[in-house]
């Protein structure tokens, strides 16, 4: 259960209560970073992408993901970052889940395929062609299917952010990060072989939106993803579609709903 600690503003000694938000895990499980309760609140006077995020376990399945660092906002104008508990060990990329930490376990696996092929060559000639499989075992070699995805309820442009950074997990990208490139209108995201836009402004996104973005893309060798939470207009969107650009629209709820062709495949195919 989410925990609620004391808050006192610096600025104007104001008295908050703040309770830690809840995320969902992959699994399904909420997490919440724990609060330092012997911790002060610090005012935010200019934000850096990695003092956004705290890595934090969820404690079902173990996993540990990068979620949002708890904010407050108080009604002098001062937004103050929370302490938090720091989690053990989570350091680095492989402590937010991008699968970097998996190599060790991928290595039996290796020694086993160099195993098979040794014993192969040895038994030679007396090697059986292959049987012709069912459609059992096929099924069971398939690569499992995507959990559904959790989203996050969208109250502000930040919410905003953390859905589409979620979901971008969710597709299969990994490394997602504040892109370097600032774009012209909202907020970039960035991830191995992706850029992607996060616009929360209440108009339409425009031709000029999806052409710059797909120029970031091009000068970068990567694809690009549109995230707006007021749709697009009729020549973005025909533009788009030319240049195959997916294009989503972010509900309330946080879960990103495609709107042409390209967003259709990847959100039913993935990133891999």
């Not at 079902?60 to 906002?73: F, I, L, N, T």
């Not at 697009?232 to 495609?258: E, I």
């Amino acid at each position: 259960m989410p925990e609620t600690v004391p808050v006192r503003c610096p600025a104007c000694r104001r008295e908050h209560r703040y309770t830690a938000p809840a995320y969902p895990c992959a699994c399904g499980a909420p997490v919440a970073p724990r609060l330092d309760r012997d911790g002060s609140a610090t005012p935010v006077s200019h934000r850096v992408w990695q003092d956004d995020w705290v890595t934090v376990r969820c404690g079902s399945c173990g996993r540990r993901g990068e979620w949002p660092r708890p904010e407050v906002g108080c009604a002098c104008g001062v937004v103050l970052r929370l302490a938090v508990v720091a989690e053990r060990g989570a350091t680095g990329r492989a402590a937010a889940g991008d699968g970097s930490g998996t190599a060790a376990a991928q290595g039996p696996e290796t020694d086993q395929d160099g195993t098979a092929a040794a014993q192969g060559n040895q038994q030679g000639s007396t090697h059986q062609p292959d049987r012709p499989r069912d459609d059992a075992a096929v099924a069971a070699e398939a690569p499992p299917a995507r959990p559904p995805f959790l989203s996050v309820t969208i109250r502000t442009a930040r919410d905003a952010v953390t859905a589409t950074a979620l979901y971008l997990r969710w597709l299969g990208y990994r490394g997602v990060r504040r892109a370097d490139q600032r774009p012209p209108s909202g907020i970039g995201l960035a991830a191995r072989g992706v850029v992607a836009q996060v616009d929360p402004a209440v108009r339409p996104a425009t031709l000029r939106d999806v052409e710059c973005l797909w120029l970031t893309a091009m000068t970068e060798s990567a694809d690009c993803l549109y995230f707006s939470l007021s749709g697009y207009a009729d020549d973005a969107r025909a533009r788009a579609d030319a240049l195959g650009v997916p294009l989503f629209v972010l509900d309330l709820t946080g879960t990103p709903r495609p709107v042409n062709a390209p967003a259709e495949t990847l959100a039913a195919t993935g990133a891999g």
